[in-house]
């Protein structure tokens, strides 16, 4: 898959470039009539990133998609970089993988509506040490989620500092679920933790991860499981309150 980067306005310059070396993308910088331009270069690339206003983008896309399963993705980022929304081939043409891509490398909150995801109600937290395999991860998930499935999990949340993590992003990718980055700054705003521990406080900084990951990435939930641990794992679960109205 290719990314191409539209840039509606030359004040986005820094965020375009930053996107662009993160994600490996193309950086389009048109001149003129933009709407034109966009329809000529639609096809070009299988994955958009349209940097701009979501109104911008619904009127350069009028017209173009024709099925969800062959349109290219498209995610809307505003200029100032704080919400990705994925707009155009949700579920299917991987926006919504994608939104959350760029979420992560901006520091930006991921916006998804397909019903596929959004009836999903729980949202997972996972600290977890260095180089844990994936089947160790994937063991601690189902031990926290108890009678509840991998297949009822909307996202999977953790720290800046384990973004890169290979065990968690294999497990990610095994079960297609998204993985949601929090700075620790952005942790370190809602401190409360049930079972603080003195091994994240002097390798992370924090009190925890599992449970402030789970609880700032669904603000509106409830902590359904604190902090469960096994074998070099921690996972906290976050249920949707409004799934219990």
Not at 35 to 46: G, N, P, S, V
Not at 117 to 144: F, M, T
Request: hydrophobic residues 50%; neutral net charge; proline residues 5%.
């Amino acid at each position: 898959m290719t990314l191409g980067i539209w840039l509606v306005r030359p004040e986005a310059e820094a965020l375009a470039a930053c996107l662009a070396a993160r994600l490996q993308g193309v950086v389009h910088r048109p001149v003129g009539e933009q709407k034109a331009q966009f329809a000529q270069a639609y096809r070009r690339h299988t994955q958009w990133i349209f940097i701009g206003a979501s109104g911008i983008a619904v009127r350069f896309l009028d017209g173009l998609a024709q099925d969800k399963h062959s349109d290219p993705a498209v995610v809307v980022l505003d200029e100032a970089g704080r919400f990705a929304v994925s707009m155009l081939a949700g579920h299917e043409g991987g926006a919504n993988a994608l939104a959350y891509r760029v979420a992560a490398s901006v520091g930006a909150v991921p916006v998804v509506s397909t019903a596929s995801e959004a009836l999903k109600p729980l949202v997972v937290g996972i600290g977890c040490r260095k180089d844990v395999s994936p089947e160790r991860i994937e063991a601690a998930v189902r031990l926290a989620l108890g009678e509840h499935g991998i297949d009822q999990v909307r996202e999977v949340a953790t720290v800046d500092l384990k973004a890169n993590e290979p065990g968690l992003l294999a497990f990610c990718a095994a079960f297609d679920l998204p993985l949601r980055v929090f700075a620790r700054a952005t942790l370190a705003a809602r401190p409360w933790v049930s079972k603080p521990s003195d091994w994240v406080r002097q390798n992370v900084g924090l009190d925890g991860v599992c449970e402030p990951c789970a609880l700032v990435a669904s603000p509106r939930g409830r902590l359904l499981v604190p902090k469960t641990s096994l074998d070099g794992v921690a996972v906290a679960v976050v249920q949707d309150q409004w799934m219990e109205i």
